[in-house]
């Protein structure tokens, strides 16, 4: 995949997620577009509805909790509740780094 390809992608996908979050509205593809300062055309070429988006956003967010788990060192219960504390951390509360 092309780089801006990918990038787009990214834009929409994080667009989306803030969307989801604070909006008390169903949102529109053409809203999400908006936020990722992408034309609507470039959005339905990566993306063919909200739902897609949606779907989109959960497997980024299942694969980087797979990823960081399988970096962890620890097991059982430690590495459960370092997953748990990534997760709560960074895609509940929104913080990263």
């Not at 994080?14 to 509205?25: E, G, I």
Request: glycine residues 6%.
């Amino acid at each position: 995949m092309r780089g801006d390809t990918q990038r787009n992608r990214r834009q929409l996908i994080k667009a989306a997620a803030k969307l989801f979050k604070n909006s008390p509205t169903p949102v529109s593809l053409a809203e999400i577009a908006r936020r990722a300062e992408v034309s609507t055309a470039t959005a339905y070429r990566h993306i063919s509805s909200v739902e897609d988006v949606l779907h989109a956003f959960r497997a980024q967010v299942g694969s980087e909790l797979r990823d960081f788990s399988a970096a962890q060192t620890t097991r059982g219960m430690q590495r459960l509740e370092a997953v748990s504390r990534y997760c709560w951390v960074s895609h509940v509360l929104g913080i990263t780094g």
